[in-house]
Structures are given as C-alpha cells and as structure tokens.
Nanobody, 115 residues
Framework: QVQLVESGGGLVQPGGSLRLSCAAS????????MGWYRQAPGKQRELVAA???????NYADSVKGRFTTSRDNDKNTVYLQMTNLNSEDTAVYYC?????????WGQGTQVTVSS
C-alpha cells in the first residue's frame, strides 16, 4: 500500500523559510517523477515543483527562484526548500507522483505565512 507522509510545515513570517519532507513508500520510487502540490483555501490544488528520476526539476512561475526540490532515493524522500515566503504561499502542501495518482494523496502539511 502506497503511503506518502509530508512533514515540515508550520507558521512562518513573510520572508522566512521552511523545508518540507515527503517520505514515500512507493516501490520503485527512484524511477518516478515526484511532484509537490499545494492547495490554498478556496482554490484548486496546483503543482508547484517536480523532480524527475534523473534529478531535473521544474517549477511553477509563482515559486521559481524561491523554491527548490530535491530527492534522496536511498531514503525514498523528496524535499521542498522554500525561501522568501509570502502570504500567497499559505496552503496545504502535498507530494505525489507527477502526474498525480488519486489514491496516493496523503494528509499534507500546512504552511502558513503570516506576521
């Protein structure tokens, strides 16, 4: 059974940083592109970052230059380093394969940017 467990969220002031982690129990994890998604209140879930099996990355324009995703295939874990956070980054953050698999969604981790 696939399980994705996100952690590292919290309350941070504007301009601050957070590092999110996602532990994935996916057989063959290293073969898959993984994505970070977020859902803000009243909005649809959106893809913000993705990292391919080979390590290449892509980012949504809204986070480009501020967010960095990485992966540790030995630990079946993906990371999202977020810097220069602003209020528009407030959301629940999830990881999933990219494209996402409906049954893989976990609980997510809440990120709140507020002074």
């Amino acid at each position: 059974q696939v399980q994705l467990v996100e952690s590292g969220g919290g309350l941070v002031q504007p301009g601050g940083s957070l590092r999110l982690s996602c532990a994935a129990s996916i057989t063959g994890f290293r073969l898959y592109t993984m994505g970070w998604y977020r859902q803000a209140p009243g909005k649809q879930r959106e893809l913000v970052a993705a990292i391919a099996a080979g390590g290449s990355t892509n980012y949504a324009d809204s986070v480009k230059g501020r967010f960095t995703t990485s992966r540790d295939n030995d630990k079946n874990t993906v990371y999202l380093q977020m810097t220069n956070l602003n209020s528009e980054d407030t959301a629940v953050y999830y990881c999933n394969k990219q494209p996402s698999v409906r049954s893989y969604w976990g609980q997510g981790t809440q990120v709140t940017v507020s002074s």
